[in-house]
């Protein structure tokens, strides 16, 4: 109990070091940690100890505001386990998105740190790093490279259409991590932006586009998830910018839609650029609606001389849109008829 309410520093852990094994043991267990100007040895110290104790978030919790003085190794190590760890009570210290993208922000480029390892630590924290300031740009540069790993993806999200079984390496037997995983790997797939085939100046190379949806169409075919990736391909093809012509979507999205041809791309990819306008504000009858639907009715008329079936999946989404102005009509002349007095009809 004196250990434990005296200063949280290395001049009461070096008193704690003639002590027995029990009261070190107890010690890093019940004490409540906090930063009172410890010195880079002391976070790092602390960590260690802590994370002995399995008290990941409580270390995390102590040293978010000094990253910068943490070892790498250490950095690594407390970010694994804070993601893994999952002994310390429920709720006793939470975990803010703002730090986690922070870390993850100093750690990015370290000596010692692969691209690799970056993106695995953006797996782990997919959820938090959601609209956060680091965002998962390893973990995309990783999938964009290989669509394998786009697959697992896929996989780890949707079961098989068959009766088939996937590889031992994609199986989780633990229900509780199988769920975490399964969300995680929902959410990736909803995240990524990077489209296969871009450069560092945000030139999209035809061919290697091309060639990465043939690969990851052929082990999706494999894996019996064709149907679904295919969908997943088109919501990541939605995301594309516009050409230097100002055509959208740009010339190497277009070619590659055109040559798949897959109804299920052209189903995910309208679908996604439908869904994509969010929360808005909506106006008496249809008109915005109209507005859009007229706009995706010009880009597609653009694109039907040179790529008629991404023009037929550009107008499914000026349809989509006119539909829905025809609802937001109706329901506007409904409103206007019931608020009107019973004398004036």
Request: glycine share 6%.
């Amino acid at each position: 109990r004196l250990f434990v309410c005296a200063p949280f520093n290395a001049s009461t852990w070096r008193l704690l070091d003639d002590s027995s094994e029990d009261i070190r043991t107890g010690y890093w267990k019940d004490v409540v940690p906090y930063w009172k100007d410890q010195t880079p040895a002391e976070l790092n110290e602390l960590i260690d100890c802590l994370l002995e104790a399995h008290r990941p978030r409580a270390a995390f919790h102590v040293v978010c505001m000094n990253f910068k003085d943490i070892e790498t190794s250490r950095l690594k190590r407390l970010l694994h386990d804070i993601a893994t760890v999952n002994t310390e009570p429920a709720g006793q210290v939470g975990l803010d998105p703002y730090y986690i993208s922070k870390a993850l922000d100093l750690l990015d480029g370290r000596v010692g740190v692969t691209p690799y390892e970056m993106a695995q630590f953006e797996f782990l924290f997919i959820v938090a790093l959601d609209h956060s300031k680091h965002g998962i740009p390893n973990l995309e540069s990783q999938i964009a490279q290989s669509p394998e790993i786009f697959v697992q993806a896929v996989a780890l999200a949707f079961k098989r259409s068959d009766e088939g079984e996937d590889p031992p390496e994609w199986r989780i037997e633990n229900p509780e991590q199988r769920a975490v995983v399964v969300s995680a790997a929902y959410h990736l797939l909803n995240q990524i932006k990077k489209i296969p085939g871009t450069d560092e100046n945000g030139h999209i190379d035809k061919e290697a586009l091309v060639s990465w949806i043939e690969q990851a169409r052929q082990l999706l075919h494999k894996h019996a998830r064709g149907t679904i990736g295919d969908q997943y391909i088109g919501q990541l093809l939605a995301r594309a910018p516009e050409g230097e012509s100002g055509m959208w979507p740009c010339e190497a999205v277009c070619e590659a839609i055109e040559k798949t041809a897959s109804s299920g791309i052209g189903q995910g990819f309208s679908k996604s650029v439908y869904n994509s306008r969010g929360l808005h504000w909506l106006g008496k009858g249809g008109k915005q609606e109209r507005e859009l639907a007229l706009k995706y009715d010009n880009l597609a008329d653009r694109l039907y001389h040179d790529y008629p079936y991404v023009a037929v999946v550009v107008k499914e989404i000026a349809k989509s849109y006119t539909y829905e102005a025809k609802c937001r009509d109706t329901e506007a002349g409904t409103e206007k008829r019931l608020r009107t007095p019973v004398g004036s009809w």
